[in-house]
């Protein structure tokens, strides 16, 4: 677009902004219902002192909309943990789980994530999602054995998953909630 010229077929099209709103709209209630469906107590069996959930929503990540879930809800590099559901408009449904260096999961939990899709993030920043998804910052390559170096590097270890988009939001709910279930799985909870 031109810096002189006002787009005005976009600026005066209701409609579309409606239709923006209510998608909006649509995944902070499926946000929501995911969150009111998980007990803190659930939280509680991935660490030991969760901060709970909390829903964030925004229209400014690299110029687009965004809706966020965070479970658990610590950050700290040395003992944190964070489950994030995000919807990053334009560029996908992901799930994101953060550990701090002194938090790394045991081998076997580690496997559950790789096995199941998971790849690891390759940005020192947990929240370089430019990076992480559109750079493709992200690999299966590293091991287990590995992650020590990796967190040398990095200061923590942040796992990430694409979840498809369904047009039906109780399909994609259902597919939100098995990955949740996964992952209580993956923790032997």
């Known amino acids: 677009m031109e810096e002189g010229i006002i787009d005005l077929k976009i600026l005066e099209d209701e409609e579309l902004f409606l239709g923006i709103h209510r998608l909006k709209e649509q995944f902070v209630s ?22 709970g959930k909390k829903i964030t929503k925004g229209n400014e990540l690299q110029h687009c909309p965004y809706q966020v879930l965070d479970l658990v809800r610590d950050f700290d590099k040395k003992d944190g943990l964070n489950i994030r559901f995000i919807n990053w408009w334009g560029n996908g449904l992901y799930l994101f789980v953060f550990f701090g260096i ?5 081998e076997s939990v580690f496997k559950n994530y790789t096995n199941h899709g998971f790849e690891i993030c390759l940005t020192g920043s947990p929240w370089d999602y430019t990076g992480i998804v ?13 992650l020590p170096n990796h967190t040398k590097r990095y200061h ?3 796992l990430m998953k694409h979840i498809p988009f369904h047009s039906d939001i109780e399909q994609l709910q259902r597919h939100i909630f098995s990955e949740w279930h996964a992952m209580k799985k993956f923790h032997h909870v």
Do not use: G, V
């Not at 946000?31 to 660490?47: K, P, R, V, Y």
């Open 30 to 51: 499926l946000f929501s219902t995911i969150a009111n469906q998980i007990s803190d107590q659930e939280l509680t069996t991935f660490h030991p002192y969760p901060k």
């Open 102 to 106: 002194d938090r790394l999961p045991e």
């Open 134 to 146: 559109k750079h493709h910052r992200h690999t299966s390559a590293i091991q287990h054995d590995d």
């Open 156 to 158: 923590h270890l942040q």
